[in-house]
């Protein structure tokens, strides 16, 4: 069971949110069939997606993370709703690329930085809104850091890790952000400066055991701290054949019948779940019939 925890120092100048999510990662990891290195840049991104998905206030609203890099793993998207759950997607799954420098999985070479990080927000307002800034290492949590200083003006702390086990499955993974308010004080950021200096990754938090409220005490050590909200998350996605039967229908009349000349059937296979909905030629006359009916 993964866990969202949101906090809040008591003086209203910070905002904390951690997250455990292995299970979330483990989740997408056996769906797109990963190899470890984009295991972890996927993950990062979901976990970010959590993150950045339980700031928005209004109901039914969503966060669309999408990092393109130039890297082998190609587009890399992360759709996360307002209720803590997300879904991913991968160009790539099968990317590979050998340990970087100091032995880890190289998730900046496989993502690149030929690129850039885009955030759209859909509050199902008219237009929604869209931050776009480019990649700076490609290690997603310093990306992320950035889009919130040049697109939000919002200084934060992010950090995020995935720690693959030997059979490939998902041992841990998790993150948090801290958000700095444009009251804060001098002192307090200072504060908050010395206490994440020397801070432990993410991935040995978990390996020690934290969920996520004791990771927001542990880095905010020396800071006197409001818990607001613990839930539970996890990747979940919301296709559906009634959702893909309204996509195919908005094609129009045209396009269905050469569906219909063509093939004879429609078969639609979702990017975030891999779940196949097979619409046969009834169905797409039906559809035809629907949208002449609406005249």
């Known amino acids: 069971m993964d866990i969202l925890t949101k906090a809040v120092t008591k003086d209203g100048y910070m905002r904390i949110y951690a997250v455990t999510s292995k299970d979330t990662v483990e989740t997408a990891r056996k769906i797109h069939n990963t190899t470890p290195v984009v295991t972890a ?70 993502v690149g930085t030929a690129g850039y990080l885009s955030v759209v927000k859909d509050l199902k307002m008219k237009e929604p809104y869209i931050g776009k800034v480019p990649l700076q290492t490609g290690e997603v949590g310093d990306d992320i850091a950035f889009y919130y200083a040049q697109s939000e003006q919002v200084p934060s702390v992010v950090a ?32 908050l400066e010395k206490s994440i200096q020397g801070l432990k990754s993410v991935t040995a938090l978990l390996e020690d055991g934290m969920g996520s409220e004791d990771i927001i005490k542990y880095i905010m050590e020396g800071f006197e701290v409001d ?6 998350v996890g990747y979940k996605c919301d296709c559906s054949r009634d959702r893909t039967y309204r996509a195919i ?3 129009g009349k045209d396009e269905i019948n050469a569906i219909i000349e063509e093939d004879g059937r429609a078969e639609v296979n979702c990017h975030f779940c891999s779940k196949s909905y097979l619409f046969g030629e009834e169905d797409l006359k039906n559809m035809i019939e629907e949208i002449e009916n609406k005249r």
Do not use: W
């Not at 393109?68 to 997300?86: C, T």
């Not at 995935?162 to 001098?186: H, N, R, T, Y």
């Not at 818990?227 to 539970?232: M, V």
């Open 249 to 251: 229908k908005s094609l």
């Open 160 to 191: 995020l890790g995935v720690l693959v086990d030997k059979d490939l499955s998902v041992k841990a993974a998790g993150g948090f952000i801290i958000q700095v308010m444009p009251d804060c004080d001098e002192l307090s950021l200072a504060r």
């Open 41 to 110: 840049a996927l993950g990062r991104t979901l976990t970010a997606g959590i993150l950045m998905g339980s700031m928005i206030k209004e109901e039914n609203a969503d966060i669309t993370l999408q990092l393109k890099g130039g890297g082998p793993a190609g587009l890399i998207i992360a759709v996360a709703k307002h209720d803590g759950f997300v879904k991913g997607y991968v160009e790539n799954p099968d990317a590979d690329l050998p340990l970087n420098s100091i032995g880890k999985l190289d998730v900046g070479g496989v």
């Open 227 to 232: 818990i607001l909200e613990s839930k539970e």
